[in-house]
């Protein structure tokens, strides 16, 4: 089953393309095994200016003028989550993105991991979060807090600590292994269902169809995917009714993934998943002007010749490479752009800014606050301007 929704520029992307990219958040994590993401703020720790509907925001006219970093944060943290009376109808029998026919014929103990935490942010927003027994080190959201976490060394899966949990089935994707863990689990007798791992703005609802269809809920499918649909048209609407029209005004933008204790700069391009969130918040993505495909490592060169306004970035990212200055001394090219001159870069918790779930319409609401209305929910970064 699938709720098809329009994409925003361009067909989705290859599969291919996703699983590389987040390939190399899985083998760049750094860390203590089985630590647990940050959570993001509290409801103790309000983000600023988000008591500001987003209907009511004052775009600034020229968001390339902007001056100075931030970071974005949420204004609602909460996941969204359907109500329905719909039970699990099972066993279903479904075909998965590995062409696999798997049958799931209970739905009382789920494990929902992959690298972006995409999938069990779509459990709990299908309602069933009562039913996920354990977490990956990438669900972030607080929902999820309070369960074990069952990878190791960043994101590799512990067939172990999966067992261990006792789930009726396991919902994940190409982007975390190792692969024999997988048929472990197979052996032991537990349903693996693999999902897509193309992970865009314009594909949280195939996500959430093929979720709901492997759990027996489509209908609760339906309403996540409708209610989730609906916030992103309005969000989108909102920001292009909002931003220059004239993609050559708005904020030339790159996104870089950097981990410095693994001396890791990569540049994320086109068919990377940023370059859809980069259309989304409004921003000009400067990687297919200049041909950049995928992600690679970084270049002085690449740097030049896309001269970005704007830097997006992992707030654990730009915190592990010691704040801008930090950066900027990294990447020196950096700062005879735009960006580099003005310190305009916004980073956003690492759990949140790529996970492309149910909360995809907060998470480009939030960028697009901190891009084009500074201080209408987002803060200076002032943990991460060294």
């Given at each position: 089953?699938?709720?098809?929704?329009?994409?925003?520029?361009?067909?989705?992307?290859?599969?291919?393309?996703?699983?590389?990219?987040?390939?190399?958040?899985?083998?760049?994590?750094?860390?203590?095994?089985?630590?647990?993401?940050?959570?993001?703020?509290?409801?103790?720790?309000?983000?600023?200016?988000?008591?500001?509907?987003?209907?009511?925001?004052?775009?600034?006219?020229?968001?390339?003028?902007?001056e100075?970093p931030?970071?974005?944060?949420?204004?609602?943290?909460?996941?969204?989550?359907?109500?329905?009376?719909?039970?699990?109808?099972?066993?279903?029998?479904?075909?998965?993105?590995?062409?696999?026919?798997?049958?799931?014929?209970?739905?009382?103990?789920?494990?929902?991991?992959?690298?972006?935490?995409?999938?069990?942010?779509?459990?709990?927003?299908?309602?069933?979060?009562?039913?996920?027994?354990?977490?990956?080190?990438?669900?972030?959201f607080?929902?999820?807090s309070?369960?074990?976490v069952?990878?190791?060394?960043g994101?590799?899966?512990?067939?172990?600590?999966?067992?261990?949990?006792?789930?009726?089935v396991?919902?994940?994707?190409?982007?975390?292994?190792?692969?024999?863990?997988?048929?472990?689990?197979?052996?032991?007798?537990?349903p693996?269902?693999?999902t897509?791992?193309?992970?865009?703005?314009d594909?949280?609802?195939?996500?959430i169809?093929e979720?709901?269809e492997?759990?027996?809920?489509?209908?609760?499918?339906?309403?996540?995917?409708?209610?989730?649909?609906?916030?992103?048209?309005?969000?989108?609407?909102?920001?292009?009714?909002?931003?220059?029209?004239?993609p050559?005004?708005?904020?030339?933008?790159?996104?870089?993934?950097?981990?410095?204790?693994?001396?890791?700069?990569?540049?994320?391009?086109?068919?990377?998943?940023?370059?859809?969130?980069?259309?989304?918040?409004?921003?000009?993505?400067?990687?297919?002007?200049?041909?950049?495909?995928?992600?690679?490592?970084?270049?002085?060169?690449?740097?030049?010749?896309?001269?970005p306004?704007?830097?997006?970035?992992m707030?654990?990212?730009?915190?592990?490479?010691?704040?801008?200055?930090?950066?900027?001394?990294?990447?020196?090219?950096?700062?005879?752009?735009?960006?580099?001159?003005?310190?305009?870069?916004?980073?956003?918790?690492?759990?949140?800014?790529?996970?492309?779930?149910?909360?995809?319409?907060?998470?480009?609401?939030?960028?697009?606050?901190?891009?084009?209305?500074?201080?209408?929910?987002?803060?200076?970064?002032?943990?991460?301007?060294?």
């Open positions: 089953m699938r709720f098809p929704r329009p994409p925003i520029r361009r067909a989705l992307a290859p599969l291919a393309a996703a699983v590389a990219v987040i390939a190399v958040l899985a083998g760049c994590s750094s860390g203590a095994s089985n630590a647990a993401p940050a959570l993001g703020p509290t409801a103790e720790q309000a983000c600023p200016g988000s008591e500001i509907p987003f209907a009511d925001v004052t775009f600034t006219e020229d968001p390339r003028a902007v100075g931030a970071t974005a944060c949420l204004a609602d943290a909460d996941l969204p989550i359907v109500e329905s009376d719909e039970t699990p109808a099972l066993p279903t029998t479904v075909t998965d993105a590995a062409g696999e026919q798997v049958t799931v014929a209970d739905a009382s103990r789920i494990l929902a991991l992959d690298i972006s935490g995409t999938l069990a942010a779509t459990v709990f927003g299908l309602g069933l979060g009562d039913r996920v027994v354990g977490r990956d080190g990438s669900t972030g607080a929902e999820a309070d369960l074990p069952v990878t190791q060394d994101h590799s899966l512990s067939a172990e600590a999966i067992l261990a949990l006792d789930p009726s396991v919902l994940t994707d190409t982007t975390l292994g190792p692969r024999d863990a997988l048929e472990q689990l197979r052996d032991a007798g537990i693996v269902v693999v897509t791992s193309e992970r865009r703005v594909n949280v609802d195939q996500v169809a979720v709901a492997a759990l027996g809920v489509p209908e609760r499918g339906r309403l996540l995917a409708e209610r989730v649909g609906d916030d992103l048209d309005a969000v989108l609407a909102r920001i292009a009714a909002s931003v220059p029209a004239d050559a005004d708005r904020p030339r933008a790159i996104f870089l993934y950097v981990r410095g204790s693994a001396n890791v700069y990569y540049l994320f391009g086109e068919e990377s998943g940023a370059d859809s969130l980069i259309e989304a918040i409004g921003a000009f993505d400067v990687a297919g002007e200049i041909g950049w495909e995928g992600m690679r490592p970084v270049t002085a060169e690449a740097i030049a010749a896309a001269h306004d704007l830097v997006l970035l707030t654990g990212g730009l915190e592990s490479v010691g704040g801008i200055d930090g950066l900027l001394e990294q990447v020196p090219a950096l700062a005879s752009t735009p960006a580099g001159e003005h310190r305009r870069f916004v980073d956003m918790a690492d759990t949140e800014i790529l996970g492309f779930g149910p909360r995809t319409p907060a998470v480009v609401e939030a960028l697009a606050r901190a891009i084009h209305a500074p201080g209408a929910g987002s803060s200076a970064a002032e943990a991460t301007d060294g």
